[in-house]
Nanobody, 124 residues
Framework: QLQASGGGLVQTGASVRLSCAASDPTFSSYAMGWFRQAPGKEREFVTTISRGGKVTYYAASVKGRFTVSRDNVANTLYLQMNSLKPEDTAVYYC???????????????????WGQGTQVTVSS
């Protein structure tokens, strides 16, 4: 089970850190990802991180502003979002895919488990 938290209403240029707590003690066996879905739009890829945390990849729209990280002791995934823009407004979802490699995954169909989502609203 994945539990996302940390969203809220912020102003343009602000920072927010999202967390995704996993109940599975084998959290380190999963590659993780963040996706987001704005009203009327499809769910889109934001970022992914390998099971060991050494490999990350970002969507072009967030690269340089967002940072993904994980704590495999605390079984928690993070998304630090800086310089937020109104177009970042969306429900943010964390996702997990069990893997035995250090690979990362970019499409929603690659992921087996999803959190419930947390709303981030950026006002202009």
């Amino acid at each position: 089970q994945l539990q996302a938290s940390g969203g809220g209403l912020v102003q343009t240029g602000a920072s927010v850190r999202l967390s995704c707590a996993a109940s599975d003690p084998t959290f380190s066996s999963y590659a993780m990802g963040w996706f987001r879905q704005a009203p009327g739009k499809e769910r889109e890829f934001v970022t992914t991180i390998s099971r060991g945390g050494k490999v990350t990849y970002y969507a072009a729209s967030v690269k340089g502003r967002f940072t993904v990280s994980r704590d495999n002791v605390a079984n928690t995934l993070y998304l630090q979002m800086n310089s937020l823009k109104p177009e970042d407004t969306a429900v943010y979802y964390c996702a997990a895919r069990e893997t035995v490699t250090g690979a990362v995954y970019y499409t929603r169909h690659d992921y087996q488990y999803w959190g419930q989502g947390t709303q981030v609203t950026v006002s202009s």
